[in-house]
């Protein structure tokens, strides 16, 4: 069963800075796309940046420039550095493979709290 368990989020100051983890076991996690989304109170879960196996990056518009995601293969983990940030980040970070959210369970989430 794959398990995906994301970390390092937290209170910051806008301007602030934060790496996101995100542990994927239970699969073979090099094969796959990567990615990290975010779901805002009262709003849908929407899709921040994804990593190919290759390690081509893609980013919404809202976080481009100021996030960057990154993979490590040897340590099934996905990271995503968060700098700049503003209080419209505020949200809950997950991360999923972008052709498997549908059949795997997301995680429990990472909670980035930005104030003014």
């Known amino acids: 069963q794959v398990q995906l368990v994301e970390s390092g989020g937290g209170l910051v100051q806008a301007g602030g800075s934060l790496r996101l983890s995100c542990v994927v076991s239970g699969t073979s996690f090099s094969i796959y796309n990567m990615g990290w989304y975010r779901q805002a109170p009262g709003k849908q879960r929407e899709s921040v940046a994804t990593i190919t196996t290759g390690g081509r990056t893609n980013y919404a518009d809202s976080v481009k420039g100021r996030f960057t995601i990154s993979r490590d293969n040897a340590k099934n983990t996905v990271y995503l550095q968060m700098n700049s940030l503003k209080p419209e980040d505020t949200a809950v970070y997950y991360c999923?493979?972008?052709?498997?959210?549908?059949?795997?369970?997301w995680g429990q989430g990472t909670q980035v709290i930005v104030s003014s």
């Open positions: 999923n493979a972008p052709s498997n959210i549908l059949y795997w369970a």
